[in-house]
């Protein structure tokens, strides 16, 4: 499966406009882990990915296609490049549930309260 024209045409002007060019990234090909057997034992669909000047590495399995995972892994990188890190998106999702939880323990309360 590959990347849409238009999705490449918008990877490529956020790299623009990050100021990331391909002559900064260093690529290569790895045989991928974990399940998939003989299929991912032999092929070299894992990507990794190096911004030489930040020195940030960005390794890529999520698909069984190698250009779809040379797209994600340059999305991973621009996001990381961009300051929208994974962990701030995870601490908000916990910030979420623990404000549901209080939301939850409130209304329970209350109900006990009024019966």
């Known amino acids: ?6 999705k490449e045409q918008a990877l490529r002007d956020r790299m623009e406009r990050l100021g990331v060019k391909e002559a900064e990234l260093r690529e290569t090909f790895i045989r991928g882990s974990g399940p998939g057997g003989q299929k991912v034992n032999k092929t070299s669909s894992c990507v990794q990915l190096v911004h030489i000047p930040s020195g940030i590495s960005i390794k890529c399995q999520r698909e069984r296609s190698q ?13 990381r490049l961009e300051g929208v890190d994974e962990g701030v998106k995870v601490s908000e999702k916990i910030e ?5 939880k209080n939301r939850r323990l409130r209304r ?8």
């Open 108 to 115: 329970a309360k209350t109900k006990l309260m009024t019966s």
């Open 67 to 79: 250009s779809l995972n040379r797209f994600l892994a340059r999305r991973i990188l621009l996001d």
């Open 1 to 6: 499966m590959a990347v849409s024209p238009e």
């Open 96 to 100: 979420r549930i623990r404000r549901n």
